[in-house]
């Protein structure tokens, strides 16, 4: 998507933030932005998210709304972040994996998504590690990381 975005490509992302006016203002709340760049195929941190709208409070984020042409100039700064590749997820990965045979204890992998970075909660984690874990409770971190780039 980088660069500029086609007209086709503008209308469909108009039409995907309509979805999300649940007022009927043609405008979205800011704690709406987030789930509206996922919905259009980006992946923003939230801590970006907060950044790109100028750091607004808890209580700006629930009540301030913004309309299409301030959230499109928005949508092109996320989609101009740099995004990790699978190189960098299985680098990142390879840390951990102490015996050199391509796995990663479940546990430990919980408790690193639990409290690096941008932290996830029980229910995200479980969500994401479902079906991964073998019957020796190890993690194959190569295909975990092809597993959650096609999600």
């Excluded at 086709?8 to 509206?36: H, P, S, T, Y």
């Excluded at 998210?49 to 629930?62: Q, R, W, Y």
């Amino acid at each position: 998507m980088a660069g500029e975005f086609s007209a086709d490509q503008i209308e469909d992302f108009k039409e995907a933030f309509g979805l999300f006016d649940r007022v009927g203002d043609n405008k979205v709340a800011f704690n709406q932005v987030a789930d509206i760049m996922r919905a259009l195929g980006q992946n923003p941190t939230n801590k970006d998210v907060k950044k790109i709208l100028g750091d607004p409070s808890a209580d700006d984020m629930a009540n301030k709304r913004i309309d299409f042409d301030a959230f499109l100039p928005m949508l092109k700064t996320v989609d101009a972040i740099q995004k990790g590749t699978y190189d960098d997820y299985v680098e990142g990965l390879r840390v951990f994996d102490k015996e050199g045979n391509g796995t990663v204890m479940g546990a430990e992998l919980r408790i690193v998504l639990s409290t690096l970075g941008e932290k996830m909660n029980e229910t995200e984690i479980d969500s994401l590690m479902q079906g991964q874990e073998d019957e020796n409770g190890s993690v194959h971190y190569e295909a975990f990381v092809k597993h959650i780039m096609s999600v």
